[in-house]
């Protein structure tokens, strides 16, 4: 029962890894926690093969230590995590660059908010996935959001898209972009049309578009 038990756990382990490339990882970014659930059993498990060498503690501990790698290389070797910090309207807005490893900055996707208050975490999971195809992908918190200060419903489309302006200037200043695009979701799409008058944007993604 025991043993059971265990294999059990070290399933659930690699459920949670996988979690982060399909729709689950949309709402549950598990890669820490898998890093340290597996880096915990592992050691606990390396501990009792030494003392005691049989065949099905050898089957953990190699099960453990390769969902330990591959989550160790997905979380710090896949690619660049970093977080910005830029400006507009005297607020301080928070954001994640993603960015490839192989330092291919040649195309940079901005992700535009909907409707209502929204933070970075609700992007994450399709810049996560555009990163590991070797496009850069930068989400913030919106404004009134996360870390992001001022209030959402002090301004209007023109405000948010300003906002992403803002953000758009920084990148721009710290890396050279060939092309720079939008992932535009529900109300976002206005925000996105109005974005692209303000300044060069090569194309625009509409998800839900109203």
């Known amino acids: 029962m025991k043993k059971h038990l265990?294999?059990?756990?070290?399933?659930?382990?690699?459920?949670l890894y996988f979690s982060n490339f399909n729709a689950i990882g949309a709402v549950l970014d598990s890669r820490l926690v898998v890093?340290?659930?597996?880096?915990?059993?592992?050691?606990?498990?390396?501990?009792?093969?030494?003392r005691k060498k049989d065949l099905s503690k050898y089957f953990n501990v190699f099960a453990l230590l390769l969902i330990l790698g591959i989550s160790v290389k997905e979380f710090f070797f896949s690619y660049n995590e970093e977080d910005i910090v830029f400006q507009n309207d005297g607020l301080n807005f928070h954001g994640t660059l993603y960015t490839p490893k192989q330092n291919n900055k040649r195309c940079l996707v901005v992700f535009i908010h909907g409707s209502g208050q929204e933070e970075r975490t609700e992007y994450a999971f399709h810049a996560r996935e555009l990163v590991r195809e070797g496009i850069s992908s930068f989400v913030y918190d919106k404004r009134g959001s996360g870390m992001s200060e001022g209030q959402t419903?002090?301004?209007d489309y023109n405000g948010y898209a300003c906002d992403a302006v803002s953000a758009i200037n920084k990148l721009k200043n710290l890396y050279k972009f060939d092309k720079i695009g939008l992932f535009a979701v529900s109300e976002g799409e206005w925000v996105s049309l109005i974005v692209d008058t303000l300044t060069e944007i090569k194309f625009i993604v509409m998800v839900s578009a109203s």
């Open 35 to 50: 890093i340290i659930l597996s880096a915990a059993a592992f050691t606990i498990s390396l501990f009792t093969w030494f």
């Open 153 to 155: 419903y002090d301004v």
């Open 6 to 15: 265990i294999y059990l756990f070290i399933a659930l382990i690699y459920l």
